[in-house]
């Protein structure tokens, strides 16, 4: 049921999400190095793997939905970037025994609290050894604004929530705040965001 949902969304000729990177992941620049290891989860139509791809890393973007990876692949090819795609069920997958340097968790929140821990333990174990977890979600508030995102409060992220989650984990940053975000028309206006930045100990 999820995919063809998600299958649907992704299917018109636009990119529902713009073609554009999250303007968080761009902010977190300087902790990317060409070369590195990176893994973009539920990566969709790919705007955020071509950017990292773009920045020298070598990406794996997943997705469950083969038609928004259809589409990833296509903006790779006019970005000309050379980057990984696998299409997966998230909850599901083992990643092969692979690792990375970085996991890119941009709205992630396709999973209520029953599932979330095994989510947020599936991204865990991707993320090497001093490796890092660059996440952004929506917090509660966002069902005010109606501006995209889950309609689930379940769903939605707290500090506290992120904190006690990752809490062997070495958080470098993790704050709430309302922006403006432009991210097609999947994400387009005031918002209630959380960031985190979060590094796996040796």
């Given amino acids: 049921m999820q995919v063809s949902v998600w299958?649907?969304?992704y299917s018109g000729d636009e990119y529902f999400y713009g073609t554009e990177p999250n303007?968080?992941?761009v902010?977190?620049?300087a902790l990317l190095k060409p070369n590195m290891r990176c893994l973009a989860v539920a990566d969709g139509e790919g705007r955020n793997g071509v950017w990292l791809a773009e920045?020298?890393?070598g990406v794996l973007s997943v997705d469950s939905s083969p038609v928004a990876q259809?589409?990833?692949q296509r903006l790779a090819r006019q970005?000309?970037?050379k980057m990984r795609f696998a299409q997966v069920d998230l909850m599901q997958w083992d990643g092969g025994g692979e690792t990375f340097d970085v996991v890119a968790a941009i709205f992630v929140q396709f999973?209520?609290?029953a599932q979330r821990p095994q989510l947020f333990a599936n991204l865990l174990r991707f993320i090497k050894p001093g490796g890092l977890l660059l996440l952004q979600g929506y917090t509660p508030r966002q069902l005010d604004y109606k501006t995209g995102g889950p309609s689930q409060v379940e769903n939605l992220y707290s500090e506290?929530?992120?904190r006690e989650a990752f809490a062997d984990m070495d958080i470098l940053h993790l704050s709430e705040h309302d922006d403006i975000i432009r991210e097609g028309s999947g994400h387009n206006g005031m918002s209630a965001l959380i960031d985190l930045v979060a590094r796996k100990l040796e």
């Fill in 23 to 25: 303007a968080f992941l």
């Fill in 70 to 72: 259809e589409k990833a």
């Fill in 160 to 162: 506290t929530l992120l």
């Fill in 79 to 81: 970005r000309n970037v």
């Fill in 111 to 113: 999973v209520g609290p």
């Fill in 55 to 57: 920045q020298g890393l």
């Fill in 27 to 29: 902010s977190q620049h």
């Fill in 7 to 9: 299958d649907e969304r």
